[in-house]
């Protein structure tokens, strides 16, 4: 059974740094591209950043490219995504998802991804 489970969110301050994680058992991560999506509080979920095992690219979204990074570790077969300097725009719910159509980030179509972590929620306060 494919499982993913998020951790690491919490509450913060704005400027204040936060490390989410995602472990999956059930699949290994260099087979399909992985993305950790949010989702706000009356908005829609979006993708954020997305690692590409064909050739090691990431994507991230304008809103966080610079303040957040995603990794993996294969050994582990965990995610990272490590959000710097954050903001109230922030707060959201995280989710870590796996892509079962292709193994190219492209543009973070959330109907690409099959396989979804129970979020983990990120509260970021001025």
């Known amino acids: 059974e494919v499982q993913f489970v998020e951790s690491g969110g919490g509450l913060a301050q704005v400027g204040e740094s936060l490390t989410l994680s995602c472990a999956a058992k059930g699949l290994t991560f260099r087979d399909y591209a992985i993305a950790w999506f949010r989702q706000a509080p009356g908005k829609e979920r979006e993708g954020i950043a997305c690692?590409?095992?064909?050739?090691?690219?990431?994507k991230y979204v304008d809103s966080v490219k610079g303040r957040i990074t995603i990794s993996t570790d294969n050994a582990k077969n965990t995610a990272h995504l490590q959000m710097n300097s954050l903001k109230p725009e922030d707060t959201a719910v995280y989710y870590c998802a796996a892509n079962t159509m292709r193994r190219l980030c492209g543009a973070m179509r959330m109907y690409e991804y099959a396989y979804w972590g129970q979020g983990t929620q990120v509260t970021v306060s001025a």
């Open positions: 690692f590409s095992p064909s050739d090691g690219s990431t």
